[in-house]
């Protein structure tokens, strides 16, 4: 029920946009987050942004990367900008959905390659 796109393959220093879709009977839907794994590695917070429009980082994105929603398509965007090799990753995006009940819902995950 979670939807995301946009990743691909991009040189140091470029630009991506990932849109994360929710669909279904949708009551309504309060925190949204982009998380991501690297090979090896557990999968870490990148940036989330409550239903108000408050929004949180990790350091190693604050200044590149910019999250955003537009509530009335039910989906949370992550423009991420001068993006280096270490960003490499399968890119999840996850929300509270609030369909009968309130659950922790995860898109199938993006792959976003910076490399020259």
């Known amino acids: 029920q979670l939807q995301a796109s946009g990743g691909g393959l991009v040189q140091p220093g470029g630009s991506l946009r990932l849109s994360c879709a929710a669909s279904g009977s949708i009551f309504s839907i309060n925190d949204m987050g982009w998380y991501r794994q690297a090979p090896g590695k557990q999968r870490e917070l990148v940036a989330t942004?409550?239903?108000?429009?408050?929004?949180n980082y990790a350091d190693f994105v604050k200044g590149r990367f910019t999250i955003s929603r537009d509530s009335a398509k039910n989906t949370v965007y992550l423009q991420m900008n001068s993006l280096k090799p270490e960003d490499t990753a399968v890119y999840y995006c996850?929300?509270?959905?609030?369909?009968?009940?309130?659950?922790?819902?995860w898109g199938q995950g993006t792959l976003v390659t910076v490399s020259s």
């Open positions: 942004i409550t239903s108000g429009g408050s929004t």
């Open positions: 996850n929300a509270k959905v609030t369909y009968s009940a309130t659950g922790d819902y």
